[in-house]
């Protein structure tokens, strides 16, 4: 339950949830009124800042995202985001994880949506 975000009905009367979870902003450059580009950095500058100022990266053990959100509407991170989120992972040996309970299943043409990634080698 601490890990929902779509909405706060889906979490209300479950309280109190664990601590330490954050959330960034996903790179939603409709909703922001922004270029795929602009949301990619400001994107990944809210995570840089998060990590800076709420998670330290030692102690951050993942990273989780879905790699197509499925709630209101299918969206899907622009690919500069994607390789700066990989290498943000990589820089600081955060496990980068994918949750694919709504893209998964070959919903994408493939297996997984992330490996639609890998197989772009974006990842």
């Known amino acids: 339950m601490a890990l929902t975000t779509s909405k706060t009905i889906y979490r209300a009367g ?3 949830l664990p601590s330490g979870i954050f959330v960034a902003p996903f790179p ?3 909703r922001l009124g922004m270029t795929e580009e602009q949301v990619s950095q ?3 500058e809210q995570l840089e800042y998060l990590l800076a100022s709420l998670s ?4 951050t053990a993942a990273i989780l995202i879905e790699s197509v ?3 209101g509407g299918y969206v ?4 500069s985001f ?3 989120l990989r290498a943000l992972c990589d820089r600081h040996g955060i496990m980068l994880i994918f949750d694919e309970i709504q893209s998964g299943f070959g919903r994408t043409g493939k297996w997984f949506a992330s490996s639609i990634l890998m197989w772009c080698r974006i990842l």
């Not at 330290?56 to 102690?59: D, G, T």
């Open 28 to 30: 939603y450059a409709f």
């Open 42 to 44: 400001y994107s990944l």
């Open 82 to 84: 994607m390789k700066g």
């Open 14 to 16: 479950f309280g109190p």
């Open 76 to 79: 899907v991170p622009p690919v």
């Open 56 to 59: 330290a990266p030692k102690e």
């Open 69 to 71: 959100l499925g709630e």
